[in-house]
C-alpha cells in the first residue's frame, strides 16, 4: 500500500486548504482512511476518519464544524477541506489507512492504522 499526501502550504489565519492523500496498492473495501498530525514537540494526534465503504466519518473535536473529510472511490483519494484555519492547526499531516475495528468511532488511535504516508506540512499564521 502506498499513501501519497499532498497539499499542504503556508496559509492566514481564517484560509481554507485541501489536503489529498492518494492512495495505491490494496483494495479499500472495510478499511478507514484516516487523517493524524503532529505538530513540533507534540504527539501525533487524530484529526478525521473516513469509512471507505460506506462513507461515515469521524472527527476530533478539534476538528468539527471546520475541517471535512471525504472520498474519491474512482480516483482512491481522499480528501481533508481545512476551513478558518488557526495557528495552533501548524503542523504536519498524515494520511493513513486501516482495517475497521468495530465501527469509524473507535478508530482514532495511530495503531490502528498500518500504512502511512509520508505527511505534508500545514503552516498557519496569526
Known amino acids: 500500500v502506498q499513501l501519497q499526501a499532498f497539499g499542504g502550504g503556508l496559509v492566514q489565519a481564517g484560509d481554507s486548504l485541501r489536503l489529498s492523500c492518494a492512495a495505491s496498492?490494496?483494495?479499500?473495501?472495510?478499511?478507514?482512511m484516516g487523517w493524524f498530525r503532529q505538530a513540533p514537540g507534540k504527539e501525533r494526534e487524530f484529526v478525521a476518519a473516513?469509512?471507505?465503504?460506506?462513507?461515515?466519518?469521524k472527527y476530533a473535536d478539534s476538528a468539527k464544524g471546520r475541517f471535512t473529510i471525504s472520498r474519491d472511490n474512482a480516483k482512491y483519494t481522499v480528501y481533508l477541506q481545512m476551513n478558518s484555519l488557526k495557528p495552533e492547526d501548524t503542523a504536519v499531516y498524515y494520511c493513513a489507512v486501516g482495517p475497521l475495528w468495530l465501527n469509524i468511532a473507535f478508530m482514532i488511535s495511530r495503531s490502528q492504522y498500518h500504512y502511512w504516508g509520508q505527511g505534508t506540512q500545514v503552516t498557519v499564521s496569526s
Open positions: 473516513i469509512n471507505w465503504s460506506d462513507g461515515v466519518t
Open positions: 496498492g490494496h483494495t479499500f473495501s472495510n478499511y478507514v
